[in-house]
């Protein structure tokens, strides 16, 4: 492996990583993101109530953690497919990856303990892990495994081991 190909493989997953912690700071706290959700749904429906507008609010942010999860789990995994020399089990990349943002999930959640607008929760890392394998599923159901080369084709076939004669 080349040095190149280990940084196309890991930068995206240093820059998401960068992207989920600023987001873990106040800029993405529900007070701030309440300032732009709230208008736009008044904007679509002005009779709304405000009970409605949180439980809105509230679900725009959970699906925002599944996404963001979802996004780490598929640069991880590819990460770890193309940037790492190591031929590694699906079943065994599955668990690393699993860990990582699992690893990365709990240590956001301690982050966020130290911003004063922000509450740490067990249950978004619940959420942030359920990002992570609905990620790997789409990711797994979209890419195909790549063909054995033709030689090794041509050297399992049931013929070359046994010619036929005459």
């Known amino acids: 492996m080349q040095k190149g190909d280990f940084f196309k493989a890991w930068l995206p997953v240093i820059v998401w990583g960068m992207l989920m912690f600023v987001g873990s700071t106040d800029l993405l706290s529900g007070e701030q993101t309440s300032r732009f959700i709230t208008p736009f749904l008044r904007w679509l429906d002005p009779h709304m109530s405000y009970r409605t507008i949180e439980t809105v609010h509230i679900l725009i942010r959970k699906v925002g ?38 690893l990365f999930a709990i240590s956001d959640e301690w982050h966020q303990s130290f911003v004063p607008s922000r509450t740490p929760s067990a249950h978004d890392v619940l959420i942030d892990l359920a990002g992570a394998l609905i990620g790997i599923a789409i990711y797994s159901a979209f890419t195909r495994r790549k063909p054995a080369p033709a030689f090794a084709r041509i050297a399992d076939s049931s013929e070359d081991r046994h010619p036929k004669i005459g």
Do not use: D, K
């Open 65 to 102: 953690h599944i996404i963001e999860y979802a996004v780490l789990a598929v640069l991880l995994w590819r990460a770890f497919r193309r940037g790492t020399p190591w031929q590694v089990n699906l079943s065994i990349l599955f668990m690393i990856v699993s860990v990582a943002c699992s």
